[in-house]
């Protein structure tokens, strides 16, 4: 058993939920997982059993004795994988929605990590031990083009690159209605919202830097494709910054809905179409391209239908 004290200042969980303090400073559960503990008397509050919807205040004392799984070693799987490209030094993979791309307490398998380790293995060792080769992420839901490290030189150049907003990224998004602008840019600071931790928002106490360009790609009925550029790589970015213009991703369960404009989307319609950057090695600039995925292009192929949507 492992005890836990957590002590609360200003500033830091002071009016978060106890069970939502609790998940984000021991990712080993999920929030669920922590509600059961508490209501189970395995938590404690400056030494009394509370709920787990209380709100901390500064100078509480969360007591917690709780079995934390040692994490096990990461095995290879045979997964397949759609490999855009590949060299020695790096390997860019096209991941489909659905995919968790950072292993964590409840996804070890089925993540890219094991399929790249059958694949690499001489990426172990390259980066963290539990995302080794892993220089940047996607949301489950998001599919697309990501970037993998398959030397630690690559991999430290590479994430140079990433610091630095030298490398280029497009986004396709779908949302409901039509932004006032053809084009134009959300300069909004985001983080964790400041009520509901589970979150990212721009309503938050400790803002980071978040930018995110867009250009209307087309208009469909009710409808709009937008081309996203984010230039920073935040949690959710493109999805919060969206979602707080009032247009929130079709089909985002988080920030949105699963239904928009009439319609029931089968997935977040938000898709990694570009990678551009410099080989770690060469130098030379790279490009890739990832096709809309076959259930986003159906999307778009039904809106457009004469019959109207039918997904």
Request: include cysteine; hydrophobic fraction near 40%.
């Amino acid at each position: 058993m492992t005890h836990k004290t957590f002590r609360i200042g200003p500033g830091a969980g002071a009016g978060e939920r106890l069970d939502v303090f609790l998940a984000r400073r021991i990712p080993d559960f999920a929030r669920a997982q922590f509600q059961r503990f508490i209501d189970k008397g395995f938590v404690f509050v400056n030494g009394e059993r509370r709920k787990p919807s209380l709100k901390l205040r500064t100078g509480d004392t969360i007591e917690a004795d709780i079995e934390i799984p040692e994490p096990g070693a990461l095995e290879p799987e045979d997964i397949p994988l759609r490999v855009i490209y590949e060299d020695e030094s790096i390997a860019v993979i096209d991941k489909p929605s659905g995919m968790v791309v950072h292993p964590g307490a409840g996804a070890r398998s089925g993540t890219p990590v094991p399929a790249l380790l059958h694949r690499y293995p001489e990426i172990r060792g390259v980066g963290a031990e539990d995302r080794p080769g892993i220089v940047h992420r996607l949301d489950k839901e998001t599919s697309g083009v990501i970037l993998v490290a398959r030397t630690a030189a690559a991999q430290l150049e590479l994430k140079r690159q990433f610091k630095a907003r030298e490398v280029k990224k497009v986004y396709l998004a779908l949302i409901a209605g039509r932004p006032a602008r053809e084009e134009g840019s959300f300069d909004w600071p985001i983080g964790r919202h400041h009520r509901h931790g589970e979150r990212m928002s721009i309503k938050t106490d400790k803002p980071r830097t978040a930018i995110t360009d867009y250009r209307i790609a087309r208009t469909i009925g009710g409808f709009t494709l937008l081309e996203v550029r984010p230039l920073t790589g935040r949690t959710h970015q493109i999805r919060v910054h969206l979602a707080a213009a009032g247009h929130p991703v079709v089909g985002d369960r988080r920030y949105g809905s699963r239904k928009a404009g009439g319609t029931t989307f089968p997935r977040l319609f938000l898709h990694a179409r570009e990678l551009s950057f410099c080989h770690p090695v060469t130098g030379a600039r790279l490009a890739f391209a990832s096709p809309l995925p076959p259930e986003l292009a159906a999307v778009l192929e039904s809106l457009e239908s004469p019959a109207g949507p039918g997904v």
